[in-house]
T-cell receptor
Framework: GAVVSQHPSRVICKSGTSVKIECRSL??????MFWYRQFPKQSLMLMAT?????????EQGVEKDKFLINHASLTLSTLTVTSAHPEDSSFYIC????????????FGPGTRLTVL | QKEVEQNSGPLSVPEGAIASLNCTYS??????FFWYRQYSGKSPELIMS????GDKEDGRFTAQLNKASQYVSLLIRDSQPSDSATYLC??????????????FGQGTILTVHP
């Protein structure tokens, strides 16, 4: 149990385009999901906390208009990187909190974004 | 000062040895702690969670928590080359507005050599 999927696993896009990443909890309901970004050889950096049915809470320094988060259901959250630029190239990872179960965060497999 | 700090690596141990990974935290409000393993190019995978003082064992892994000393550790017995990865320590504050947000350490790279 406690499986989280992400789609796509890898995306390459041109500068200026927008990219949507989906995060799904497959076998549990997640009222809270988290979005992280990880640059090579660095630790995870939390970008935002996403709660079902409400606005996301962004960490300091993360532009909410650039990284749009929608958590429309208890099993799906999406991150849209708008007008992507090469510096947005990174490994984006979501996690979902299984509050009713183990009360632990489970991570998706990640999405590697490359902006040309 | 970082809220969660891990002992600087990389850590290298021979196959079959015990690997000891350490973590300290500064937020006394942190109630729950987690160890994740991350292979290169992959996302973190949960290994252990620990909520109470003392030891918690799961197979070859033992997590230890000492809230008075604000110290968390992970012991890996009979280390295998497949254990080679980055190990992330994370703490969670029980505060109501945090929604279970985790604070991660910088990670310790473990290499188990044959």
């Amino acid at each position: 149990g406690a499986v989280v999927s992400q789609h796509p696993s890898r995306v390459i896009c041109k500068s200026g385009t927008s990219v949507k990443i989906e995060c799904r909890s497959l076998d549990f309901q997640a009222t809270t999901m988290f979005w992280y970004r990880q640059f090579p050889k660095q630790s995870l950096m939390l970008m935002a906390t996403s709660n079902e049915g409400s606005k996301a809470t962004y960490e300091q320094g993360v532009e909410k208009d650039k990284f749009l988060i929608n958590h429309a259901s208890l099993t799906l959250s999406t991150l849209t990187v708008t007008s992507a630029h090469p510096e947005d190239s990174s490994f984006y990872i979501c996690s979902a909190r299984w509050l009713a179960g183990t009360d632990t965060q489970y991570f998706g497999p990640g999405t590697r974004l490359t902006v040309l | 000062q970082k809220e969660v700090e891990q002992n600087s690596g990389p850590l290298s141990v021979p196959e079959g040895a015990i690997a000891s990974l350490n973590c300290t935290y500064s937020d006394r409000g942190s109630q729950s702690f987690f160890w994740y393993r991350q292979y290169s190019g992959k996302s973190p995978e949960l290994i252990m969670s620990i909520y109470s003082n003392g030891d918690k064992e799961d197979g070859r892994f033992t997590a230890q928590l000492n809230k008075a000393s604000q110290y968390v550790s992970l012991l890996i017995r009979d280390s295998q080359p497949s254990d080679s990865a980055t190990y992330l320590c994370a703490g969670r504050n029980a505060g109501g507005t945090s929604y279970g947000k985790l604070t991660f350490g910088q990670g310790t790279i473990l290499t188990v050599h044959p």
